[in-house]
T-cell receptor
Framework: GNSVTQMEGPVTLSEEAFLTINCTYT??????LFWYVQYPGEGLQLLLK?????DKGSNKGFEATYRKETTSFHLEKGSVQVSDSAVYFC?????????FGKGTRLHILP | DTGVSQDPRHKITKRGQNVTFRCDPI?????LYWYRQTLGQGPEFLTY????????KSRLLSDRFSAERPKGSFSTLEIQRTEQGDSAMYLC????????????????FGPGTRLTVT
């Protein structure tokens, strides 16, 4: 079945640093790809998505590009803020479900 | 527009007791999903419904677990004879069903029910 592998955390950065969280996927067909974010004490929220190759999803300064040739969907942000501290989940669709990675915890230091 | 709601938010129970959780999806969504999330892990799929029909159950879902969506609106997840290993966050999500040949729609998650079995 479809699966995702994302970089293990925690990732600790200083405010205004550049962020990359790597995500690669294994899938048949043409899946949709997602990044979800979980802030402390809250449920999962959709951060961005891409539904076909070369699509770029973006939201709140975060971006990720659907790369079919490298089966990747890396999350990037040019300048992180303390409020971005959260757990980030990469996910891939498959068989009418969404399969999640294990999550990457991000700490941003002021 | 109200989002997905879950009740209760927290449940502490003794081993061997039965518990039931409720999920109210976004009203226009015809699909409803249940997941389990343990500490340091991503959500693991348990089961899902399209309208009132339960279309798939994970192998993770033992016979002690049962889910219903009787009128195609809210859903309940019951765990019978709880075990300490059932302690987790139980998440509900809803979405629109994928159109034939179309992309999978994103799922919208509720806040979860945290179950602690003592």
């Amino acid at each position: 079945g479809n699966s995702v592998t994302q970089m293990e955390g925690p990732v600790t950065l200083s405010e205004e640093a550049f962020l990359t969280i790597n995500c690669t996927y294994t899938a048949t067909g043409y899946p949709s790809l997602f990044w979800y974010v979980q802030y402390p004490g809250e449920g999962l929220q959709l951060l961005l998505k891409a539904t076909k190759a070369d699509d770029k999803g973006s939201n709140k300064g975060f971006e990720a590009t659907y790369r079919k040739e490298t089966t990747s969907f890396h999350l990037e942000k040019g300048s992180v803020q303390v409020s971005d501290s959260a757990v980030y989940f990469c996910a891939v669709s498959g068989d009418d479900k969404i399969i999640f990675g294990k999550g990457t915890r991000l700490h941003i230091l002021p | 527009d109200t989002g997905v709601s879950q009740d209760p938010r927290h449940k502490i129970t003794k081993r061997g007791q039965n518990v039931t959780f409720r999920c109210d999806p976004i009203s226009e969504h015809n699909r409803l999903y249940w997941y389990r999330q343990t500490l340091g892990q991503g959500p693991e799929f348990l089961t899902y419904f399209q309208n009132e029909a339960q279309l798939e159950k994970s192998r993770l879902l033992s016979d002690r677990f049962s889910a219903e969506r009787p009128k195609g609106s809210f859903s309940t997840l019951e765990i019978q004879r709880t075990e300490q290993g059932d302690s987790a966050m139980y998440l509900c999500a809803s979405s629109l069903a994928r159109l034939a040949g179309g992309p999978t729609y994103e799922q919208y998650f509720g806040p979860g029910t945290r179950l602690t079995v003592t």
